[in-house]
């Protein structure tokens, strides 16, 4: 990957003149750009499924859904169906997509390791034995997703204790836990299931990452995770352009930067065990997304966490509705069997330019 | 998948008595010999423990896997693992004359390298659990006991459907295998039963024998009667609050005893279908 800095990320030219993103012109137009996608996003996901609905029809059930909310007027078959089923499922798409995108550019950054993804610190294996905990020893349903929330700030808290020296949380050190963490979470795991087995598929379906059954109140409930974690990193963007100049220089630019990775590692985890905790383990969107923005719109933070946001929901929204509508079944899937290839293509594109 | 059974003497007895050596084909298509009548039997699916012990060879098994749990019996058994955990050294030092295993898991290739006989039964469709009771009949010399517990088992089937059958209203029928949500088509054996007692299911053949459904597929399909989910869980799910059978109560959770029987391909298929039938059409059974 490369981690050639836009000179502007560097420079306050401009600075001052061009609103809430820096930067230079081009980048206004491409921001519209990813937002029509994921408008588009928005509305074929709710607009289409499994139960076909004539367009008029969802526009009037995206009315009557509003109003009930005021009125306390009950829905009936169809409007039903578009307001309390797609629509929080795919507004949970597009937080969980954007939540995974802001988070998994913000590890790639802070580690300076292209490979770093959400789950590098261990919030999907903490999760998923949460969950499979939950699922195994038949805990009521709601319980499910706090169970795999707290393991999952659990996780990431052993991670941290085990990776420390002092004061400092060194990179390496912090993959290493990571994964430590990881492995071990996902043995325990592995023996919960094999006691529980006719419950196996359950578990597995987590594990893949699913967002059926995603009503308004779990969109609420993730929400305020995914904004405060996803908040924080979009204001230490600039901290983390210059993080990529490498500790010392950072540190003589005045970045605390053990201080910065620690909060860094901190959003994003809670951003991540949310969504997590509430969707399964979703791969490969907090990998990829961000690189797909780094090759098409450049490396600076502070276009690659936003963008990254954009299009993180948008591909999710659109794996969703393909995994609804045809035998693939778990948007966890798709992201992973058509993402990979895509991408591919993508870096293969690159390379020939 | 059609076991086909070749008796190595071509000389169908008569009297039901199985000749040794006997040649099978497995569901995996393996083909085995068995040079003797099987005295010590492991069973490692709880359908097979089951089946042996309805035709009389209750008394040949000397261990089974964790989930055989009927009858009594075979609780007392020692235990050798599951699907994905099987203790092979435990099995093998039972010193077993016959293994009787599923197709699935990786059981098999261990066993057999260990020179002990293994054979994958492993009934899957409503027919299947008649056939591989026969399988098994011949495979342990119970031939006569498999036929008279399949009879017995048609018969009672039978009474059941003979009840359902002329039912007036036959309502639709959503059944929820696990909360993924998993359902089952009309072609699995336990979408068989469902409509033998009486029930239109909402799962078209199309969509399999255990599709993942979506679950406004569902809320539109609009069931009169939810089976597998209680209730309060029902009622909690997006949109399932205004559902009919959400609304009359018709939501709940299948009794603990027809869970397990109603999901297990073996000789206790009548009653699975019995109390199916009384949860589905309460009023034929006053």
């Known amino acids: 990957m490369s981690r050639n800095l836009p000179r502007e990320a560097l420079t306050s030219g401009e600075r001052r003149s061009s609103g809430p993103v820096p930067g230079p012109r081009w980048v206004w137009p491409r921001t519209v750009l990813l937002l029509a996608l994921l408008l588009s996003a928005i509305v074929f996901g709710t607009g289409l499924g499994s139960v076909t609905i004539a367009p008029g029809e969802v526009l009037g059930a995206l009315w009557r859904g509003l109003a009930s909310q005021f009125s306390g007027a009950e829905l009936v078959s169809n409007d039903v ?34 490979l770093a993804d959400p789950y590098l610190l261990g919030v999907a294996s903490g999760s998923a034995l949460g969950a499979t905990l939950a699922i195994v020893l038949d805990w009521p349903r709601a319980l499910i997703p706090v169970s795999a929330l707290v393991l999952a700030l659990l996780a990431v808290a052993a991670t941290l204790s085990l990776a420390r020296e002092g004061r400092r949380f060194p990179p390496t050190r912090l993959i290493l ?147 609804r509508t045809s035998p693939l079944s778990q948007v966890g899937i798709v992201t992973t069997l058509l993402g990979g290839p895509f991408f591919l293509w993508l870096l293969r594109r690159e390379k020939e330019i | 998948m059609k076991s086909i059974l070749t008796l190595s003497l071509a000389l169908a007895s008569v009297a039901g008595a199985t000749t040794y050596p006997l040649t099978v084909t497995d569901d995996l298509n393996r083909k ?19 089946t042996l012990c309805a035709i009389g060879a209750c008394d040949k098994l000397v261990g089974v896997d964790d989930y055989s749990d009927y ?47 293994v054979v994958a039964v492993n009934p899957e469709t409503y027919e299947e659990v008649f056939s591989k009771t026969l399988v098994l009949g011949r495979l342990v010399n119970r031939e006569q006991g498999a036929k008279f517990l399949i009879t017995n088992m048609r018969r009672n089937i039978a009474r059941t459907e003979i009840l359902t059958k002329n039912a007036v209203k036959k309502p639709t029928v959503y059944v929820e295998v696990d909360p993924t949500p998993y359902s089952i088509g009309p072609n699995s054996f336990m979408g068989v039963l469902l409509s033998k007692a009486g029930a239109r299911n909402i799962i078209p053949a199309s969509m399999g024998d255990f599709p993942k459904v979506d679950p406004e597929f569902i809320v539109k399909a609009n069931p009169q009667l939810i089976l597998g989910v209680d209730a309060k869980a029902a009622a909690a799910r997006p949109g399932w609050g205004s559902m009919t059978a959400v609304k009359t109560g018709k939501a709940m959770a299948l009794p603990k005893e027809l869970d397990t029987i109603f999901s297990r391909p073996g000789p206790r298929m009548p009653q699975a279908l019995a109390q199916l039938a009384k949860l589905i059409h309460p009023e034929l059974f006053k």
């Open chain 2, 32 to 50: 085995v010999t068995l040079k003797a009548e099987p005295q010590r039997i492991v069973s490692m699916l709880p359908s097979d423990s089951e």
């Open chain 1, 177 to 323: 836990a990571g994964v430590v963490v990881g492995s071990v979470l996902s043995a325990a795991t592995t023996a919960l299931i094999l006691r529980g087995e006719d419950r196996a598929r359950q578990v597995l379906a987590y594990t893949l990452g699913d967002l059926g059954f995603s009503g308004w109140r779990d969109v609420l409930t993730v929400l305020p995770y995914a904004a405060l974690g996803c908040g924080a990193l979009l204001l230490l963007a600039r901290a983390l352009d210059t993080l990529q100049l490498g500790d010392l220089t950072a540190r003589s630019l005045g970045v605390p930067v053990e201080r910065l990775r620690l909060i860094v590692v901190v959003a994003a985890s809670v951003a991540t065990a949310g969504a997590v905790a509430y969707v399964g383990v979703i791969g490969f969107v907090g990998l990829i997304v961000p690189h797909m923005v780094r090759l098409a719109f450049g490396a600076s933070h502070r276009i690659l966490l936003p963008l990254s946001a954009l299009l993180g929901g948008a591909l999710l929204v659109y794996a969703d509705l393909l995994a």
């Open chain 1, 81 to 114: 169906i578009v307001w309390q089923i797609r629509l929080p499922r795919v507004m949970m798409g597009v937080l969980v997509g954007a939540s995974l995108s802001v988070c998994g550019g913000a590890f790639q950054g802070v580690f300076r390791n292209p």
């Open chain 2, 71 to 117: 009858p009594q019996k075979v609780t007392t058994l020692p235990k050798m693992g599951g699907l994905y955990d099987p203790k092979i050294e435990s099995i093998v030092a039972l010193k077993p004359d016959l293994v009787l295993v599923s197709k699935y898991g990786k059981i098999v290739e261990a066993l057999a390298q260990a020179g002990i006989t």
